[in-house]
């Protein structure tokens, strides 16, 4: 059985998210693997960087 981990988001990184849907939609539309750690963490830094990016 697979767990996905998600990481602890704020608001507006929720906001994107939901747009793919669900986190583990996100991280698969990356490459990333949604129950690895070490893709959880790229996936956060990618969502980060959206969220920046929405700010500006």
Same mark, same amino acid.
């Given at each position: 059985m697979w767990y996905f981990?998600?990481?602890p988001l704020t608001s507006a990184e929720r906001a994107i998210v939901?747009?793919?849907g669900?986190?583990?939609n996100f991280m698969f539309?990356? %490459?990333l693997e949604p129950w &690895?750690? &070490?893709d959880v963490q790229e %996936?956060?830094?990618i969502l980060e960087?959206?969220?920046a990016d929405d700010d500006e």
């Amino acid at each position: 059985m697979w767990y996905f981990i998600e990481p602890p988001l704020t608001s507006a990184e929720r906001a994107i998210v939901k747009t793919y849907g669900s986190w583990a939609n996100f991280m698969f539309l990356f %490459g990333l693997e949604p129950w &690895d750690n &070490d893709d959880v963490q790229e %996936g956060k830094r990618i969502l980060e960087a959206f969220a920046a990016d929405d700010d500006e």
